[in-house]
């Protein structure tokens, strides 16, 4: 009877023990795979140039960037209001940017001059017909040599 | 003619598994799992409420799934797989499984002054108070998580016995053992007689293997499903086989007094049914309704931008105190004021008719008549509940393919447009829904009618205000679905 009881009790001593690796994996498993991320989005900005910009009606911020031909360009793109694209055509660079979404692109210039960059996404315009606002809406990135 | 019931726990199976230390841990853990993936989403996810998988899960898939489902087919089914409790009842009980006697925490006892859902009552107010703000900002759900499933329940658990916060606290239990009580399951003893002969307790007490009643419920004089959630530490605990698990056809809950008479009806359940009722109406309004202004008020935060970082997200915001002061009136004044003083006056013409020298007092007449709101309202809320899934479902197919808003598309659904389904029969479903739930009215208030009264002349002459009343909430909630203006709300 003793050896029967002690038998349970050390199963259940087990399934404590499994529940509580099953726990704690559950929150590493979480941490691990946001933690990745980040390093990942740390290692990306070390490797490179990483440029920031952010859109917003019915601008680009920064809306004139400078980088170096034959250096690898990391762009991270956002939105603070509403969706917005990124077309950088003279790269092949076309974008839907959702407000809160970080939309990452990277690239090597092979070429020197100035190109524009511009919003593919109707995002709105002050009034209706003024061909404003979206249609403005553009920046500029030049390559200079290395 | 005795009811239909049929107790579950003769498939061995299923007693097997329930008996089981382990039970517990394994139906919550999975959805534990699904809470601490929430957290991050809410926190790291995108800043987008409709793109969040957050806000989508608990305010539609989680909100759906306990009104068309969990509770009108399974009564406290959620409470026994809710992962709320899980963090502070661990900790409480020193182990994930087993049975321990030695306990951590100050193990206080609830003051029997609480000894209702008031608590929960305000609670569910003061969520709803918010409730503009907490669909529409993942920081603002992922507080909210933060707050009611780990901070509150653990500090409860760690003060007081048992499962206080489940009881007495927890914003959603007050309205799960509202409607819990029209579910076709209840735990219930097989044969009062054996317990009332038996010394032993152990249900409450706790035995061996299992603990006493963590909801402070006492199985043998159980007659509701309203605050049994459960758990099974009952069907462990009872030496003699005694607890049954019962699929049913109908029940008493709605017009029986609790534990058999030993307990009185208070004023607490009847002012959940008004609070239940009215915000059935107001969420309606808010999130499909067309007046532009009642969901402007109800966005009591001032943020009209989206960052990355969480912290910036929160920065960003400013709360509008006249948004507060409106929005909050509205819902804390018509639930507490208004409704329960509309109901007031049908109860008081309900008696005039009844014949004002009845011995039934206006406020047990008040306070019987009150449940006739369960059906009502809860069909209300099963019609909002489906129109939310249906219009706005596709939103979480896209967001759990990238849960943390990292570029993945885990499940191929990343870029499945915001689709409303089965548009065409939604009105023709919600307008079957309402009319159910008063048909289920009438039939209620005709019980609690002849529950109260002697003769059926005056049950029925009682029940005549009542009846209009479930009528003209009828007729507003229909107008709300399948009247002009219902906009979709993605």
């Keep these: 009877m003793a050896k029967r009881t002690s038998r349970k009790s050390r199963g259940i001593v087990i399934t404590d023990l499994i529940a509580l690796v099953l726990v704690i994996l559950t929150f590493v498993g979480v941490f691990f795979v946001v933690y990745q991320h980040q390093s990942t989005q740390e290692a990306l900005a070390k490797e490179g140039v990483v440029i920031h910009i952010e859109a917003k009606q019915w601008a680009f911020s920064p809306d004139e960037i400078v980088v170096k031909k034959g250096q690898k360009v990391t762009l991270v793109i956002t939105s603070r209001d509403v969706t917005h694209g990124f077309m950088l055509s003279a790269f092949d660079i076309n974008e839907v940017i959702n407000p809160g979404s970080e939309v990452i692109v990277t690239f090597i210039p092979d070429k020197t001059g100035t190109f524009e960059f511009r919003c593919s996404v109707y995002c709105g315009e002050p009034w209706p017909g003024s061909g404003m606002g979206h249609w403005v809406m553009r920046g500029y990135l030049k390559v200079i040599e290395g | ?490």
């Excluded at chain 2, 208070?266 to 008004?274: N, S, T, V």
């Excluded at chain 2, 532009?292 to 009209?304: H, S, T, Y």
């Excluded at chain 2, 509008?320 to 003083?341: E, Q, Y």
């Design chain 2, 1 to 490: 003619m005795a009811r239909f019931k049929y107790d579950l726990l003769k498939i061995p199976l299923l007693k097997k598994i329930v008996m089981s230390r382990s039970f517990q841990f394994i139906v919550i853990f999975p959805n534990f799992v699904v809470f601490i993936v929430l957290l991050a989403s809410a926190f790291v996810g995108s800043p987008v409420g409709n793109h969040n998988l957050a806000v989508l899960v608990v305010w539609i898939l989680w909100w759906a799934a306990l009104m068309l489902v969990l509770t009108p087919l399974g009564g406290r089914l959620w409470c026994m797989i809710c992962p709320m409790p899980a963090i502070g009842e661990w900790l409480q009980r020193k182990t994930f499984t087993r049975k321990n006697d030695k306990q951590l925490g100050l193990q206080r006892n609830w003051p029997k002054k609480l000894d209702n859902i008031w608590l929960q009552n305000f609670a569910f107010l003061i969520v709803s108070t918010f409730i503009g703000v907490l669909t529409t900002r993942p920081w603002a759900t992922g507080i909210m998580l933060v707050l009611l499933v780990i901070i509150l329940p653990t500090l409860f658990f760690l003060l007081f016995k048992r499962r206080v916060w489940c009881r007495y606290i927890c914003p959603v239990s007050g309205f799960i053992g509202l409607y819990s009580m029209v579910a076709p399951i209840e735990l219930r003893v097989k044969d009062r007689e054996v317990c009332l002969k038996h010394a032993g307790k152990e249900c409450y007490r706790g035995g061996p293997n299992a603990y006493g009643c963590p909801w402070y419920e006492f199985p043998q004089n159980l007659n509701r499903n309203a605050y049994c959630g459960l758990c099974m530490e009952c069907v462990k605990a009872c030496p003699l086989d005694n607890i049954a698990l019962n699929i049913r056809i109908g029940g008493d809950d709605l017009y029986v007094e609790p534990w058999h008479g030993l307990k009185k009806k208070g004023l607490d359940e009847p002012f959940k049914a008004f609070i239940m009722s009215t915000l059935a109406i107001i969420y309606a309004y808010i999130f499909t309704g067309p007046y532009p202004w009642l969901k402007d008020v109800a966005n009591i935060f001032n943020g009209e931008t989206f960052s990355k970082n969480f912290i910036d997200n929160i920065l960003m915001e400013t709360l509008i105190p006249d948004r507060l002061l409106t929005f909050g009136g509205i819902v804390w004044f018509s639930t507490l004021v208004l409704m329960p003083t509309i109901f007031a006056l049908f109860t008081l013409l309900s008696k005039a008719l009844a014949g004002w020298r009845d011995t039934q007092s206006f406020k047990k007449m008040f306070i019987n008549y009150s449940y006739m709101l369960v059906p009502l309202s809860l069909t209300a809320w099963m019609a909002f509940a489906i129109y939310i899934l249906l219009i706005n479902g596709t939103y979480i197919l896209a967001a759990v393919s990238d849960p943390f808003n990292y570029g993945w598309d885990l499940l191929g659904t990343k870029h499945i447009p915001w689709t409303p389904i089965a548009t065409g029969i939604l009105p023709y479903i919600q307008g079957g829904i309402i009319l159910l739930g008063l048909i289920w009215t009438i039939n209620t208030i005709k019980n609690i009618s002849k529950h109260m009264f002697d003769t059926r002349s005056r049950a029925l002459r009682a029940s005549l205000p009542m009846v209009i009343l479930a009528l003209l909430y009828t007729f507003l909630v229909l107008n709300i679905w399948l009247g002009p203006g219902v906009v979709p709300s993605g």
